[in-house]
């Protein structure tokens, strides 16, 4: 066809030549003929007024049907019937438009008899045809300007100035010139383009853009040599939309890993804007926000929201991304109250109702949704298992296309969707609040300093996706002045990581009241912990993995005990790293101390290490979590802490948050827990040792000894009791124990009288009867003193009592 020249642009080149012009024919996706091609009706000899909406087997001979498989495009011979009865063969093409089987449009051309079957090149070859056809379509000259449009494309585009004129000339955009890229290669390779999607405003809908899906074809003469280039246009934006959407559903169904509903909810905000909507708002209830009880949704409310998000086009003010405000009481005329009420969403609903037209940004929006006309809005629920989650409000600025049934339908969706995400971030924040109450709570609240010991610690739980660990340090207090020094970890997160360490520490209380060495105290936690998976049902049974039980998942244990008199700490480990030790002349090292296995496993006994610990040393406990991540191992990260710990006069608080700022990585991957203890030793004036004759006469001279100390100390009034407990416990070493015998008093935040014997007989407290001569001895001492109780040690037992100062 020969350009027509226009008063834009120059007199355009003519085609190299006529386009060769086979028959065409468009199908419909239920095999109708939709559009009918002049060369179509020349050869077949039917007019398009009798074959169009027919199925396309009036115009095959019996029996012959084309069948599209699934890679979209056949090609063969096939049998025709000529309106005037006869059949024929001819060399048939068919090939959906758009690339797959299930478009919603057909091509069929064939060649005349004769011929053959059309190349993969020629069964694309279009002529100027089918003016009539709901496709759009155009001819093109080797220039890539226009000889001839249909009527559909006309009006599709709103442009009938097009002849002579090239495609970027028509539409100036960045589209239309990848366009003419695209149309360039299809010329000078011959291969078809099937379903080149872009975007194209339509006249008849100015309120937006539609998206569009073309086909290029060259068009060749006899010899094969390109005459120009046909192209086909389906308007697919219901498609596209639908595709969109999908997207956006899929996008929301992946923000389910998102363990915060503030986050959460920005997150799904984000994902309709500007995609379905120009602004989103979303306000969840305070009981979601605060980790809280949700309120029934059957509720008629009040409902106490909280703004959480806004995600807007750059048009409608800044997006909002974290929680604004005090939550606002939503009463039951309110908008959000009757669309949570009512479980359904609203088509017109406003955002001032959600979050009472409060928040800086949102309230403008909000004031003009109220002007009719303006902006068309979408209210939907949020709900889950029949809780009231919140709502989300979807806006739509002027000018745009107002939200229709179809779009409340996929809000609705994205809702549901949206609903289930919330809940599940809801019971994260819901568990991770109830682990940091409980695990206040079973933590030391602070921990007890004495003249053994100057301790400072801290304590960091992971972050909100990691969950609460189990991690943990105490100081516990111990007889004769010594003091235990704990820290561990349990293996796993959340509640019932929580739960488990709080056993721990209790466990570790109620053996280190035994005063038992560390390694017998860790043999009997050991115990403890099997006890404990074995108490558990068969089918939750250690080593099954269940995260659930205690032993099942593992926790280690470092127990220590400082003896200031002695000035050494003996300590055991199971499973855990060795403390990091300062001395007084700034030097550092970490202990040879044999792991262990861990509690629960017990595979190996349980080793003591005592090490010499003069007075100003400093003692460092920590959990893994402080010095062990992903961008460094456990021997860097110690190093790391010697490296700061190399300063044992520095103050220890100051210490805690150089050692934090130094090593504790952000966000935490793991709880971790630091123990810092500077030792103190006893001065020898403080405290007095005698070595007892095994001899009953040696008992007074005993007695005269201690009082006469605690004269000199001037603890003149604890001189009766104390003589009365010297005068039993030094009679019972004599009667009962063996050599040798001791005796020590202890002045230091309390008194302590101690006798030390050669036996290991433990001592029994008994409540004689009123016509017994004896076995009142050690009831006398408890009532005499505050504390008492006794201990193993490597050459016997020590049977000790506390009395408190005056």
Aim: aromatic content about 6%; hydrophobic content about 40%; charged content about 25%.
């Amino acid at each position: 066809m020969t350009a027509v020249p226009n008063d834009r642009s120059s007199a355009p080149r003519q085609p190299a030549g006529p386009a060769v012009a086979p028959a065409a024919v468009l199908l419909d996706r239920a095999g109708k003929v939709v559009g009918w091609s002049e060369g179509a009706e020349a050869l077949l000899g039917h007019r398009g007024e009798e074959v169009l909406d027919r199925p396309v087997d009036v115009l095959l001979a019996p029996g012959e049907r084309p069948r599209l498989p699934e890679n979209g495009d056949w090609s063969g011979s096939l049998r025709f019937r000529h309106r005037a009865g006869h059949e024929f063969g001819a060399g048939a093409c068919l090939c959906a438009l758009g690339g797959a089987a299930d478009r919603e449009h057909r091509l069929l051309t064939l060649s005349s008899p004769g011929r053959g079957t059309l190349s993969g090149v020629n069964r694309s070859l279009l002529d100027g045809l089918l003016s009539h056809s709901p496709v759009g379509m155009a001819v093109m000259d080797t220039d890539l300007r226009y000889t001839w449009v249909n009527e559909a494309l006309v009006r599709a585009s709103g442009v009938a100035d097009r002849l002579g004129r090239t495609l970027s000339a028509v539409f100036p955009s960045e589209e239309a010139a990848a366009g003419e890229v695209a149309m360039r290669r299809v010329v000078e390779t011959g291969e078809p383009l099937i379903d080149y999607e872009y975007r194209g405003p339509i006249l008849s809908d100015p309120a937006g853009e539609h998206m569009y899906s073309a086909s290029f074809f060259r068009l060749e003469d006899e010899q094969g040599a390109p005459t120009g280039l046909c192209y086909l246009v389906l308007d697919v934006t219901e498609r596209w939309h639908r595709h969109q959407r999908e997207l956006m559903l899929g996008r929301a169904r992946a923000c389910g890993r998102q363990l915060d509903p503030v986050r959460a909810a920005r997150e799904l905000a984000e994902i309709c804007v500007p995609g379905f909507a120009d602004q989103v708002a979303i306000d969840l209830t305070d009981a979601v926000v605060q980790g809280d009880e949700i309120p029934r949704s059957s509720a008629h409310g009040p409902f106490r929201l909280r703004h959480a998000a806004r995600t807007a086009v750059p048009e409608l003010g800044p997006s909002l991304c974290q929680v604004d405000g005090q939550a606002v009481e939503c009463g039951p005329d309110t908008p959000a109250a009757r669309c949570l009420t009512g479980g359904v969403g609203v088509l017109g609903a406003t955002c001032a109702g959600a979050s009472g037209a409060r928040v800086q940004g949102a309230r403008e929006s909000a004031e003009a949704v109220g002007e009719p006309g303006s902006h068309s809005s979408i209210m939907v629920p949020l709900c889950a298992a029949g809780g009231a989650l919140g709502v989300v409000t979807f806006l739509r600025a002027p000018g745009k296309e107002p939200f229709t049934e179809r779009d409340l339908a996929f809000a609705e969706e994205f809702a549901t969707l949206g609903s289930s995400v919330l809940a599940a971030a809801h019971r994260f924040t819901q568990e991770r609040r109830i682990s940091l109450s409980l695990q206040r709570n079973l933590l030391p609240g602070r921990l007890t300093e004495d003249e053994a010991v100057e301790i400072a610690w801290r304590y960091f739980p992971a972050s909100e996706e990691a969950g609460v660990g189990g991690d943990w340090a105490d100081a516990i207090p111990l007889s004769a002045a010594r003091v235990a020094l704990v820290v561990g970890d349990v293996v796993g997160h959340g509640v019932n990581a929580t739960a488990a360490m709080g056993r721990l520490r209790a466990a570790v209380h109620t053996l280190a009241a035994m005063d038992l060495p560390p390694d017998e105290l860790l043999a009997h936690l050991d115990d403890f912990v099997t006890r404990i998976c074995e108490e558990q049902p068969a089918r939750e049974g250690c080593g099954q993995g269940n995260p659930d039980l205690l032993g099942a998942v593992g926790a280690s244990c470092l127990y220590a005990v400082y003896d200031p008199v002695a000035r050494t700490c003996t300590m055991a480990s199971a499973g855990h790293p060795a403390p990091v030790v300062t001395r007084p002349d700034a030097t550092t090292f970490v202990p040879e101390l044999p792991a262990g296995s861990l509690l629960g496993v017990g595979a190996a006994p349980f080793e003591s290490v005592e090490i010499p610990c003069p007075g100003g040393s400093l003692l460092a406990f920590f959990t893994d979590g402080l010095v062990e991540d992903r961008r460094r191992d456990l021997d860097e990260g110690v190093a790391g802490l010697r490296s700061v710990l190399n300063r044992p006069g520095a103050p220890l608080e100051e210490l805690c948050d150089q050692a934090v700022d130094a090593l504790l990585p952000r966000p935490l991957e793991d709880d971790a827990a630091l123990l810092l203890a500077r030792t103190a030793s006893l001065p020898s004036s403080d405290v007095e040792t005698w070595e007892i004759p095994d001899d009953p006469a040696a008992v007074g001279e005993a007695r005269a000894l201690a009082g006469r100390r605690l004269d000199e100390w001037g603890l003149g009034d604890l001189r009766f009791g104390t003589e009365l407990i010297v005068s039993e416990l030094v009679t019972n070493g004599i009667r009962y124990g063996s050599a040798p015998i001791r005796l020590r008093l202890i002045r230091h935040k309390v008194l302590t009288c101690e006798v030390m014997d050669g036996s290991s007989t433990s001592p029994r407290l008994r409540h004689a009867r009123t016509t017994d001569e004896g076995g009142r001895g050690l009831f006398l001492v408890a009532q005499a003193s505050q504390r008492w109780g006794y201990r193993y040690t490597s050459t016997g037992k020590s049977i000790w009592v506390e009395q408190d100062l005056p």
